[in-house]
């Protein structure tokens, strides 16, 4: 797709911003220091940046209300209480680890973004070709007719992403046209401009931690289901990873053992006490990332398995 005349690489372009983070309020929540980990929460925020909390109470933050960014490391936040303050290194909001299932919601608004670069993403003017213009990344945003098209995104008083795209050239074929010189430039009318809504992936039920006996069969093996919808089109998909107790560091890696690790269950492979890079054993931990095309990934809590001896 080009803008202004200079083509990406990517062949599902433009690139969307991501304006919501989520994050699981028990694991990526530090009471000692007052940090929330955003690492897997797709974004993070500048210092100053207003965000407004939703999401688990007990936490220390009160929904609906804005907090202002105070930027920590890449993946790291505290939050003040004015803009002010946050630029000033003030002392943080003080916060408390959730519940276990716990998930917490940091929604970008206006306030201490005096160019307004994070609620509202600008106009670009962009040419979609015939072939771009079937990606399902493009057709779930408006763009799917070829030629030039006038895009933007932006939140509304929702929390919704959604995107305006109003086709100012389109690109029709020539009656009984093949091959080279097949399009020529025609003029869009109001019947080509769209304004679509993100898909929305929600999360209704946790994976659980499990408690196994070591073992090969079945009842030894540790299950674990979530409970997923999408608001909007297409479909979900699944991806399980899992966090292994013989590794240090917090390292995720996806599946590779049992069966479901692409479905919303996943069985481990047989289970151990001793800890091992090669068997699931007592202290892996266990996470799915929820996805679908045109929407913003959303990553489950963390359930843990104990084995213990037979």
């Given at each position: 797709m080009a803008l202004w005349g200079k083509t990406d690489t990517l062949a599902s372009a433009p690139k969307y911003v991501v304006r919501k983070a989520v994050f699981d309020a028990q694991a990526n929540v530090t009471s000692a220091t007052d940090k929330i980990d955003l690492t897997n929460a797709n974004t993070n925020f500048a210092t100053g940046d207003g965000v407004v909390y939703t999401g688990a109470s007990g936490i220390g933050l009160t929904q609906g209300t804005t907090y202002y960014a105070m930027r920590q490391t890449d993946n790291t936040?505290?939050?003040?209480?004015?803009?002010?303050?946050a630029k000033a290194g003030a002392t943080g909001v003080n916060l408390t680890a959730g519940a276990t299932g716990a998930i917490g919601y940091l929604q970008r608004n206006v306030e201490g973004n005096e160019d307004y670069d994070h609620n509202y993403n600008g106009r670009d003017l962009?040419?979609?070709?015939?072939?771009?213009?079937?990606?399902?990344?493009?057709?779930?945003?408006?763009?799917?007719?070829?030629?030039?098209?006038?895009y933007r995104s932006y939140t509304d008083a929702n929390g919704n992403v959604r995107n305006k795209s109003e086709v100012l050239i389109a690109m029709g074929?020539?009656?009984?046209?093949?091959?080279?010189?097949?399009?020529?430039?025609?003029?869009?009318?109001?019947?080509?401009?769209?304004?679509?809504?993100?898909?929305?992936?929600?999360?209704?039920t946790?994976?659980?931690?499990q408690s196994k006996v070591a073992g090969s069969l079945l009842a030894n093996k540790g299950v674990f289901t979530v409970v997923a919808?999408?608001?909007?089109?297409?479909?979900?998909?699944?991806?399980?990873?899992?966090?292994?107790s013989s590794q240090s560091g917090a390292t995720w890696t996806n599946v590779s053992r049992g069966t479901g690790g692409t479905t919303a269950t996943y069985t481990t492979g047989n289970t151990q006490v001793a800890a091992s890079?090669?068997?699931?054993?007592?202290?892996?931990?266990?996470?799915?990332i929820v996805s679908s095309t045109g929407s913003t990934s959303v990553t489950s809590s963390t359930a843990v398995l104990t084995v213990t001896a037979s």
């Open positions: 936040i505290k939050l003040a209480t004015t803009e002010a303050g962009y040419f979609i070709d015939a072939d771009e213009a079937t990606q399902a990344e493009n057709i779930a945003r408006g763009l799917k007719t070829p030629g030039w098209t006038n074929a020539y009656s009984g046209a093949t091959g080279f010189g097949t399009f020529q430039a025609q003029t869009g009318d109001a019947t080509d401009d769209t304004v679509l809504v993100d898909g929305t992936i929600t999360i209704g946790q994976p659980l931690s919808t999408l608001v909007g089109a297409g479909s979900l998909t699944y991806q399980w990873q899992v966090q292994e890079a090669s068997v699931d054993s007592n202290g892996d931990k266990y996470r799915v």
